[in-house]
């Protein structure tokens, strides 16, 4: 039972243009989203977070946006560059009903940015 | 500020070995988190622990244990081990425990090979 999903295990895109980085998840429980960037032999880096009661969180060129009613969120990156290169992880989280706290990864999608 | 170190960085162990993985977060971080990596899973939580207490665990057997000592390092132990538990264990640190604002950092992990 695959609780966060990311349907598309690569992308590749044109330095200079934007990245669009889908993910979807199944439990309505869940109440704050995270993305962290992978890249190999080093631990996942957090990129951006996005809490349940918005819409829209932006940080220089990273953008998270969530639909709710859709339970999906995706991550912009504009404008892309090389060193944007990476595994891409969508990650998700609930604290109600005193549940502990856990993140529910998806599989990842690796960026592919090419010059 | 130091990240999260974890080690050793590589070991290969034989089926029915136990081994132990230690963790050391970031100074002032009192919550660990250990996530197990593998191709076909993705990033899968194991348990957390917060002052010296485990406040979550994940569906992984009793095989898989942990603690955390009083200076908020801490140690995960597998037994009996199976050449199913080859993967990339990752450490994570956060200030907090409980909450999805505290978002987690990440070890550069332990590639465990069990042959």
């Known amino acids: 039972d695959q609780q966060v999903k990311q349907n598309s295990p690569s992308l590749s895109v044109q330095e200079g243009r934007i990245s669009i980085l889908n993910c979807d998840y199944t439990?309505?429980?869940?109440?704050?989203f995270l993305w962290y960037k992978k890249y190999p032999a080093e631990g996942p880096t957090f990129l951006i977070s996005i809490s349940s009661i918005k819409d829209k969180n932006e940080d220089g060129r990273f953008t998270v946006f969530l639909n709710k009613s859709a339970k999906h969120l995706s991550l912009h990156i504009v404008p892309s560059q090389p060193g944007d290169s990476a595994v891409y992880f969508c990650a998700a989280s609930s604290n109600s009903g005193g549940s502990n706290y856990k993140l529910t990864f998806g599989k990842g999608t690796l960026l592919t940015v090419n010059p | 500020k130091a990240g999260v170190t974890q080690t050793p960085r590589y070991l290969i162990k034989t089926r029915g070995q136990q081994v132990t993985l230690s963790c050391s977060p970031i100074?002032?971080?009192?919550?660990v988190s250990w996530y197990q990596q593998t191709p076909g899973q993705g990033l899968q939580f194991l348990f957390e622990y917060f002052s010296e207490t485990q406040r979550n665990k994940g569906n992984f057997p009793g095989r898989f244990s942990g603690r955390q000592f009083s200076n908020s390092r801490s140690e995960m132990n597998v037994s009996t081990l199976e050449l199913g538990d080859s993967a990339l264990y990752l450490c994570a640190s956060s200030v907090r425990s409980g909450t999805g604002a505290s978002p987690l950092h990440f070890g550069n992990g332990t590639r465990l090979t069990v042959t």
């Open positions: 439990n309505s429980m869940f109440d704050y």
């Open positions: 100074s002032g971080h009192r919550s």
